[in-house]
């Protein structure tokens, strides 16, 4: 059995996993950068640009960064972020979202709705707190997915259903820690309430 199908049968049957122990660091992510991953990228039918480096403000930085307006499938708005991380969006969609929309719903993935990605600030914006994986394009926050029927699924209104959106919804979180270091969710915190944080930065959580 699959591992999606594994997943999608322990969903079926009692919900989402207990959190995952604290964070701990995770290994350097392994998609290369620069030309390669760019190479990787239009290869895969992204449609993107590539961003100057940039340095600050303050521990803020882009580098090796991409501006995309399409991953495999539409972008609800553009997204700047690293090359590595739009990689692992295009693993996450590919990998996981699509095939969990086809086995689930019956009706493909067809856009992507999103908070953005790189934005220089620190951890869940609070002044005193250490600086966000956002502040160095290494994060996405996953606000829904619309599928080809019309459907439209989000994290703040479907999380907690119990019927086949939140469902989908709870699985790709779970199948996402798969493809990224760290995922925050509704369970996380009410600073999570509506989207999924998936971020490829130094520590490893998975909180599906």
Not at 64 to 93: G, I, K, W, Y
Not at 142 to 152: E, N, R, S, Y
């Amino acid at each position: 059995m699959s591992r999606l199908a594994a997943s999608l049968a322990a969903a079926l049957l009692g919900g989402c996993a207990a959190a995952g122990p604290p964070p701990a660091p995770a290994p350097p992510a392994a998609t290369p950068a620069g030309p390669s991953c760019a190479g990787a990228l239009a290869r895969a039918g992204a449609v993107f640009e590539a961003l100057p480096d940039r340095t600050g403000p303050g521990d803020c930085s882009l580098r090796d960064a991409v501006r995309m307006t399409r991953s495999h499938v539409a972008l609800d708005q553009p997204l700047q972020v690293t090359c590595a991380t739009a990689e692992h969006l295009l693993r996450f969609e590919r990998d996981v979202v699509q095939p969990a929309a086809l086995r689930m719903l019956g009706t493909p993935l067809v856009r992507i709705r999103h908070f953005g990605g790189y934005a220089c600030r620190l951890r869940n914006g609070d002044p005193r707190g250490i600086r966000s994986e956002h502040a160095v394009g290494q994060a996405i926050d996953i606000a829904g997915f619309d599928l080809a029927d019309g459907t439209q699924i989000t994290v703040a209104r479907h999380w907690g259903d119990p019927g086949p959106r939140g469902i989908f919804l709870r699985l790709v979180a779970r199948e996402a820690c798969s493809v990224f270091h760290l995922v925050l969710t509704p369970r996380s915190d009410a600073l999570h309430r509506s989207h999924l944080h998936l971020d490829i930065g130094r520590w490893r959580r998975c909180d599906a």
